[in-house]
C-alpha cells in the first residue's frame, strides 16, 4: 500500500478528526510539532506532517477523548516519543493509571503474555483512579488503512 511522504493539515484534518485550530494550538505549545514542516511566522508555507506524526495526533485525540487534559495528554505523548524511539517492532500499548505510565510491548508470548503484564497492572490493591490502554498499534493500522483513500501526493 502506498503511504505518502508527508501529509498536509488538511489531511490530518481528515484522517484524525481533529480541527486546524486544534493542530495550530498543538504546535504553538510544541506539542505536536510537524515533522516536515512548519509553517510558524512564514506566510504561505504549509505545515507538513509525517506519518508518525499522523500516529501521534491519533494518539493524542484519543488521550483527550478519554479525559485527560492537554497538559497530562502532552506529557505521555512526549513519553511516546521518547519510546518510539528505541522500540521494537510489534504491537505496543499504551497503558495510563493515575499518574503512571508504561509502554508494554507484546512480543514473544503474544496475546496472552499481553494479558499477564495488563492484569498485573489492574491489581485491585492498587489505587486506581484513572485507567485505560491506548492500543497503539490500532492507531497505526486504521490511519494506514484510511490514507491508502487519499489522492496520492
Request: proline fraction near 4%; hydrophobic fraction near 40%.
Amino acid at each position: 500500500m502506498f503511504v505518502p511522504q508527508s501529509f498536509e493539515s488538511r489531511d490530518v484534518v481528515k484522517l484524525v478528526g481533529v480541527t486546524e485550530r486544534e493542530l495550530r494550538h498543538w504546535a504553538d505549545l510544541k506539542i505536536m510539532v510537524p515533522e516536515i514542516a512548519n509553517a510558524v511566522g512564514r506566510p504561505g508555507i504549509r505545515r507538513k506532517y509525517s506519518f508518525q506524526n499522523l500516529v501521534e495526533t491519533g494518539i493524542l485525540k484519543t488521550l483527550l477523548r478519554h479525559g485527560l487534559n492537554l497538559h497530562e495528554a502532552g506529557r505521555i505523548l512526549k513519553k511516546y516519543q521518547e519510546s518510539y524511539k528505541r522500540h521494537l517492532p510489534g504491537p505496543l500499548y499504551l497503558v495510563v493509571q493515575g499518574e503512571s505510565t508504561s509502554f508494554i510491548q507484546s512480543q514473544n508470548g503474544g496475546k496472552k503474555t499481553l494479558m499477564a503484564k495488563l492484569e498485573k497492572l489492574l491489581d485491585p490493591d492498587m489505587d486506581q483512579d484513572a485507567f485505560f490502554v491506548v492500543a497503539i498499534h490500532h492507531i497505526q493500522d486504521r490511519l494506514r488503512s484510511q490514507v491508502g483513500g487519499l489522492d496520492q501526493k
